[in-house]
Structure formats: structure tokens, C-alpha cells
């Protein structure tokens, strides 16, 4: 599909906003970052934390910037949600050539990184966006990563940007962010493809990320978690348009020796299992799902094949809003905002956004004279 690149206008009068500022939550020092209130008049609100999420794989954030902006913060206007979840961000990490990498920053040491830079910069203080704080979890290259826009009337406690609870470090290519709140944690990523082959960037890096997750999911009890992001599975059979195309896909003819690990990564039994086993044991429920019982074949997939090839008209559901089980009940609706063979409402991705709306919680009148605010 045609895409037009619009050149950022130049302004003499514009004045380059500083991203390294020390109270930008996105200049902070690399692991976990603690933050404390922000005032912003635009944004004061009666509710006390984020009810409304976005996640979006937007197959390059530079290019989204520059070919589908404009028709993005409009529909963000429309959504206007509190915590906007980005995989595969495909910006690289600040640091010279050889150097040590500081995944928190964009990259700025030549002409064409200081110029992409200054594109990103002059898209997020726009009219949609100027009322968010970003954190950034770059890889090296322009591959991966993952970014996270959290309104500045709900600072989160703190942020990290792994799943071992180490302070010092990202997960590799940077797909991983962590905001916690006060009553729950918010967790964006970009999970591994699965792959076709049994290699160590395949099917062994996979099954690792996702026995690291399980674990992850397992310990962190002490609050309700939202995952959301780009899972690269999809669950059940009812999640891709054509299950039997998935099931018997091959790379160049080759066949896995063991067979739950055939067919088209994200849909292989394998994988489908292990995703099982983390929302079962998880106690993770899936929100989409959960409120809509039945195929869609129109709305009802976040990923949609290229639109010319064997391909075409091929989608698959692997962006998710999970909720703790604790959270369920607090589901208002979860939309796909993509609909169609077309790409209609992708913004220039192969995925479409999805959104998540909780209630507000209710306070239990029996018990709130115990409530005692840390």
C-alpha cells in the first residue's frame, strides 16, 4: 500500500524542546524510575487513577509520525485515553557507535538521528500530546522497543523496564515498561515472534520469554496487573479469520519436528498452550474476549495480513488488554478500532489500536474507615 510522506514544516520561530530536562519522566536515569505529582491544569480530573487504555503496534513510530499523524491524534482525541501502550517503536537508543546505549533516550549523535529526533520531538508537543509523559525502552537499532504515554494528572509511583525486578537494566531490544499505580500496575509489551524454526531466535527465544513471563505473572500478586501490547499469539481457534491457513502455514516447505510447533508463529499449539496456562494460572482475564463471545470477522482481529498476496484478508487477534481477575468486573468495554481487508483505521500499521475502559472503583462503605492512604 502507497504511503505519502508529509515533510515536517520548518518555523523559524520554533524553539527545540529539550527531551533531556531532569524532570522529563523520559530523561531519567536507565531501570526504575520514581516519579512524584505534576500539576497540570488542562488535565485535573476527580478520577485518581487511569480507567482508559490504548495499546497500539504501530510498526515504526517515526513513520506513523510522519504519514498518519494527523488522523492518529484525532482518533486519540476521540479516545482520549489515560495510558497509551506503543510496541515496536523501531527508534534506536541514544549512544555513539560502540558506545554504551542508554535505552531511555532517542538517539541524537548524527544529522539523521538529531533530524529524526526533532520529528518525534515536535509530534509530542502538539495540541494530543503535550498532555502525556513518555517513557522510552529503545533497542540498539531500529528495531523493537516500546514507549509509554501516561497523563500527567496520573504520575505512576514508579516505572521499570524488565521482568526481574532489577533497577539497572531493560530487557533486550526493549520490550518491556512497568508503570505502577497505586492499587494496580500497568505492563506494555512487545513479545518475541515465535518464529518458524527450532533456533535460539525462534521457537527457544519464545519459549523462554514466555516461562519468564509466567514467572513474572506468578509473583507479582501484591496488585492486580493490566498486560497489555502486542502478545504475538492468538488464543484460540475463534481469534484468526482462517484457522485451517494458520494451522498448515510453512516457511520454504519446512516442517518442525515436534508437531504443536507447526504452523504460522503466533498460532502454533505450543505457544497457544503456554498463553493458556499463563491466564489460567494468572488468574488473567482476557478483556476483549470476555465481552465479545462471538467471531467477528469484520472487527473482530488486530492484525491483518498485507493486502495484496497470499495473505490478504488473513487476521489474526494478538493484541490484548489482559485484567487481573480482581479488575473484571470493573470492564466497561474493549473495541479493535480496525476494521476490514483494507486496513481500515490501522493508521498506516498492519495493526490496529485497542482500547480498555474500566469503571471507576467503588469504595466498600463497611470497610472504608480502614482504608489508610500510604
Not at 103 to 129: H, M, Y
Not at 182 to 204: C, H, I, L
Not at 223 to 248: A, M, R, T
Not at 366 to 371: E, F, T
Amino acid at each position: 500500500m502507497k504511503r505519502f510522506f508529509q515533510p515536517v514544516q520548518k518555523d523559524g520561530s520554533f524553539k527545540k524542546p529539550t527531551l533531556s530536562s531532569s524532570s522529563s519522566p523520559a530523561s531519567a536515569n536507565d531501570g526504575e524510575t520514581k516519579t512524584g505529582p505534576v500539576e497540570d491544569e488542562e488535565n485535573k480530573t476527580q478520577k485518581k487513577e487511569p480507567t482508559k487504555f490504548l495499546t497500539w503496534n504501530a510498526n515504526s513510530f517515526l513513520l506513523r509520525v510522519k504519514n498518519n499523524w494527523p488522523q492518529f491524534t484525532n482518533f486519540i482525541d476521540t479516545i482520549d485515553p489515560d495510558v497509551i501502550s506503543i510496541q515496536e517503536v523501531r527508534m534506536p537508543a541514544a549512544g555513539a557507535k560502540g558506545a554504551p546505549k542508554n535505552p531511555r533516550e532517542l538517539k541524537d549523535d548524527n544529522n539523521a538521528s538529531r533530524e529524526e529526533k526533532l520529528i518525534i520531538t515536535r509530534a509530542l508537543v502538539g495540541p494530543t500530546f503535550r498532555k502525556y509523559d513518555v517513557w522510552w525502552s529503545l533497542s540498539d537499532s531500529k528495531y523493537a522497543g516500546t514507549a509509554l504515554f501516561v497523563k500527567k494528572c496520573f504520575p505512576p509511583k514508579k516505572v521499570s523496564f524488565n521482568l526481574d525486578g532489577s533497577v539497572s537494566k531493560h530487557e533486550a531490544d526493549g520490550r518491556v515498561i512497568i508503570a505502577e499505580f497505586e492499587s494496580f500496575r500497568v505492563m506494555n509489551t512487545y513479545v518475541p515472534n515465535n518464529g518458524w524454526k527450532d533456533e535460539e531466535t525462534a521457537f527457544q527465544r519464545r519459549r523462554k520469554w514466555d516461562k519468564r513471563m509466567k514467572e513474572f505473572v506468578l509473583q507479582s500478586t501484591d496488585k492486580p496487573l493490566i498486560w497489555c501490547g502486542d502478545l504475538n499469539v492468538s488464543h484460540e481457534e475463534i481469534d484468526v479469520s482462517h484457522p485451517d491457513f494458520f494451522q498448515s502455514a510453512k516457511l520454504n516447505g519446512y516442517i518442525p519436528p515436534n508437531k504443536e510447533d507447526c504452523g504460522q508463529p503466533g498460532f502454533t499449539l505450543s505457544e497457544r498452550k503456554r498463553f493458556g496456562s499463563i491466564l489460567k494460572e494468572g488468574k488473567l482475564i482476557d478483556a476483549y474476549r470476555f465481552l465479545h463471545k462471538e467471531k467477528d470477522m469484520e472487527r473482530g482481529f488486530s492484525w491483518s495480513g498485507h493486502p495484496i498476496g497470499k495473505y490478504r484478508g488473513k487476521r489474526m487477534r494478538i493484541d490484548y488488554l489482559l485484567v487481573s481477575e480482581k479488575l473484571k468486573d470493573r470492564i466497561v468495554k474493549c473495541e479493535m478500532h480496525g476494521q476490514g481487508i483494507e486496513l481500515e483505521g490501522f493508521y498506516g500499521s498492519d495493526h490496529c489500536p485497542v482500547s480498555l475502559e474500566l469503571a471507576e472503583p467503588t469504595i466498600d462503605t463497611n470497610h472504608s474507615s480502614n482504608l489508610n492512604p500510604e
